[in-house]
């Protein structure tokens, strides 16, 4: 009997889980591979087991969905038709002749690769915040709006008692709810949006009224646990000897530069910010798949330029899980039809293709209001740290552009040694490029995430073998 063909599908949130269950529906073999405990990823992260979680639907939005999905990948797990492959952490996916090979580090000591053979693969990567440096952002208390929902989603814990969540995005509003139903004080949400941006696209967002509701949601329900918004505001510091005190903040004029005499001083323990989203390209640009500024080119069915390669979800364009869902779905019914040498009928994915042109839609118009204050580098001190990995300051980065002649975000890095480092820029490419004035482009990685060197010599000794390496035929 002729083998099924093999799709692997990097990335188990809502996007790969979507993929991955439409291609296991119509024949394929699948094999989801993510570097979480658990298939979800960062919109539906489980508590561990271990835990006890009694209610842990009253941390997620669209449970329903979620048990959806979870019932469906069951059924094909037992199936056989889904192979999962949790805590594996892909570093890179390889062309080879006879088709895909996705190489994965595994285990949280990541000291050995295993390595997938497919016909084709899918990558669901998501995406990773965004966050611009201040004076005092390196202060232990300061996290990631993403970091602290992680940490009450998935390990039941509060980052602190004292919460401000700043900068701007739609990711602060579940965030600050999150945190305020859990017990958290949240003594104010700082979004540097100015309103009027959301009234001039007032005609973009009300044509998604689901989404528009799902936001007045919030804000009533941060009403109800006191928690005060403000808008054209900024943290401007934070303050802290050991640990994070308090923050500085401050109302913004149009030119995003902080009024004079509108600051004050706000006490917490903990800061949670966010400045947007960007899309997880590092192994779509590997593979040599084109960009379309910071997020993967694809078709309408999904498909990179490279064949037997296609992206779906946040990699794509930040758009939510709604969108995710949809361009996972029309990406897996693509990759079955087109592994196993038929061509797609687009008429069979046509109600998930017009969720993702509305609320493509929809996301363009609602990036375009929550964009960082404009000005916001001038705030930024010589002495502050943009690459913690390297400990390279902006004064430094500042004389690498005025004295030393740099003009591209590569040659800062040459002269400075900014973002490179354990993350390779990953955190610190945004804020290093404001700081000096540089276009932000996506650092071409041969490699998705640091691999030990013994890793790397082993695989190349499977290459020179014939390649029989452990999990290749997985």
Do not use: N
Request: glycine share 14%.
């Amino acid at each position: 009997m002729t083998e099924p063909p093999r799709l692997a599908v990097i990335g188990a949130g809502p996007a790969g889980l979507a993929a991955a269950l439409a291609a296991a529906a119509r024949g394929v073999r699948v094999t989801l591979v993510d570097s979480g405990p658990g298939p979800g990823g960062q919109f539906y992260r489980q508590p561990s087991p271990a835990l006890g979680a009694r209610r842990p639907q009253a941390l997620h939005h669209q449970w329903r969905t979620w048990k959806r999905l979870r019932a469906a990948l069951d059924t094909h797990l037992a199936a056989g038709q889904v192979s999962l492959l949790m805590d594996h952490h892909v570093w890179c996916v390889e062309r080879e002749s006879t088709g895909l090979t996705v190489h994965a580090l595994l285990g949280p000591e990541q000291e050995r690769s295993v390595a997938v053979r497919a016909d084709g693969v899918l990558l669901a990567t998501g995406g990773y915040e965004k966050v611009l440096p201040f004076p005092g952002w390196t202060l232990p208390g300061v996290l990631t709006a993403g970091g602290a929902q992680a940490m009450l989603k998935g390990a039941l814990v509060l980052p602190g008692r004292t919460a401000v969540v700043a900068g701007t995005g739609p990711l602060l509003l579940p965030v600050a709810t999150g945190l305020a139903s859990a017990g958290a004080r949240v003594v104010a949400l700082v979004d540097s949006a100015d309103p009027r941006a959301f009234v001039r696209r007032a005609g973009a967002l009300v044509r998604e009224p689901v989404k528009v509701a799902e936001g007045a949601g919030y804000a009533a329900r941060l009403l109800r646990h006191g928690v005060k918004a403000v808008m054209c505001h900024a943290v401007l510091e934070a303050h802290g000897t050991d640990r994070l005190e308090g923050v500085t903040v401050g109302a913004l004029d149009a030119e995003g530069r902080p009024v004079p005499g509108r600051t004050r001083y706000i006490t917490c323990d903990t800061l949670a910010v966010s400045h947007g989203l960007l899309p997880h390209t590092d192994l779509a640009d590997g593979l040599g798949c084109t960009l379309d500024g910071p997020a993967v080119r694809v078709d309408t069915e999904q498909r990179t330029d490279v064949p037997g390669v296609w992206a779906a979800g946040e990699a794509t364009g930040v758009g939510g899980a709604a969108l995710s869902l949809a361009e996972g779905h029309i990406a897996g019914r693509s990759a079955a039809a087109r592994l196993r040498g038929t061509r797609p009928d687009p008429t069979a994915w046509a109600p998930a293709a017009r969720t993702r042109t509305r609320l493509r839609t929809f996301f363009a118009a609602l990036d375009s209001a929550y964009t960082p204050p404009a000005r916001w580098p001038e705030q930024v001190s010589d002495d502050t740290v943009v690459c913690r990995c390297e400990e390279v300051t902006a004064g430094a980065v500042r004389e690498a552009v005025a004295g030393l002649g740099a003009g591209d975000l590569r040659t800062v890095k040459l002269l400075t040694r900014a973002g490179m480092g354990w993350c390779q820029g990953r955190m610190c490419e945004p804020g290093v490029a404001g700081v000096a004035g540089c276009p932000l482009v996506p650092g071409r990685r041969l490699l998705a995430r640091p691999v030990p060197l013994g890793v790397l010599a082993e695989a190349g000794e499977e290459a020179g073998d014939g390649g029989a390496g452990a999990g290749r035929d997985a």
